[in-house]
């Protein structure tokens, strides 16, 4: 009832944000009169491999529908990674040149921070209040709150995910582990990855487990503690001035826990090792990553054990905020064409349609972000047919939306800090409270000189 209170509330609340006509400094939806005929539009996009071919697909049905009904028609770029297709788009914002702008532009989570304060960048705040028929209470609450700011929509939420703990049931087996039964928090995490890790002498053949944590993951095991890592919550009431995960007892419990799990013997951390390749091989037993890399992931795997999916393991048994919405959403940048903009709104409704959403997830492996794909026939017969699917929609249904990947402009220096710092605390480097102060310190001090450099208050 908690929970379906809560979400109620969300829904509430970002409905009546909606309601508003004004998206903020960063909203622009100046543009020269509406042109006639075909409208030709550009769509960014960081989808690489086997991603690539859907999103293909789906502009190819877009324009061979709509489309072709409204006269638009959509060229998809991939871009590289999100930090290639970053960089271009803030080399053609600097240059200020429209003609250079992509029309549609794919953005991660951990950039809106960034792109919300873009000039030529048309909040969707302001596309949703001009659009009764998008009925906004059919989309995720967490994916809505996590490209919000001060209660107003930024971008459409299109290919979002959450953080899972894939492992080998095989292994679990071997150990004398209940299959079924996966780590339902750090501490069991450790406790389990020691019983899988095998040695020969002092050389580890398998490990149990394997990850060094930055922001990716503690956006998750601060959150699920009902705390924020940065203040102003986590960015999204009001712009991040500082971080509060030193003062609000999250980190420091987190890594009370982490400490006694590597200490356990059977968790590898501080080592750049390709997680998903080392468990595809056999040698890992248990790694975190994106529900978005459950089709990649059983592909490679493929017969030579089972895979087990899992809600990522608590901080304490009483944890209940559960993860952070990750992934990206959709922006329409002002190139000065009416039309352009319109149509670019049409494809952005026709991306997070129940079909889209439905041939998106199976294709990719990110959940759906529209409620009613899940009434749709074929997906609840995709779900019964791949029930390592339901996970990751279980965790997202079981997460508060309060809990999300701080809206920062130094995630990367973020991460920095936790990483070395957590190292240092777990190979007993630094005392617990020495390496947070550090932390917090390293964090605070590339905050306060982006926001000295921006004119942020």
Known sequence: ?????KTILTLVVVATALAGCSS?????????????????LTFWHAMGGSNEEVVKKMVQNFNETVGKEKGITITPVFQGSY????????????????KDYPDIVQIPASDTSYIKDVPAVIWAQDLLAKDPSFKVTDIEPNTLAGFSFKGKQVGIPFANSTILLYYNKNLFKEAGLDPNKPPQTIDELGKYAAKMTKKSGSQVNQWGFSVTPDQYQLSSWIGMQGAYIGNNKNGRA?????????TNGAMKRFLTEWKKAVDSGGIQTGTDVKADEEFAAGKLAMFVTSTAALKGTLAKVADKFEVGTAF????????????????SALYIMNRGDKAASDAAWEFLKYGITPESQFAWHTGTGYFPVNTKTYELPQMKEHLTKNPLFKTAIEQLHASSSETQEPMGPVSGEFSQAMREETLNYVQNKKSIDQAITDMANASNKALKEYNRANNIK
């Open 1 to 5: 009832m908690k929970k379906q209170m």
């Open 24 to 40: 903020g400094p960063a909203a622009n939806t100046s543009a020269k009169p509406k042109s006639t005929g075909p409208v030709s």
């Open 83 to 98: 930090a290639d297709l970053l960089k271009k788009v803030k080399a053609a914002v600097q240059a200020k040149n429209e």
């Open 238 to 246: 009001d712009y991040m001035t500082a971080v509060e995960f030193d």
């Open 312 to 327: 990522l393991p608590k901080v304490n048994e009483t944890d209940k905020g559960g993860v952070a919405v990750g992934g």
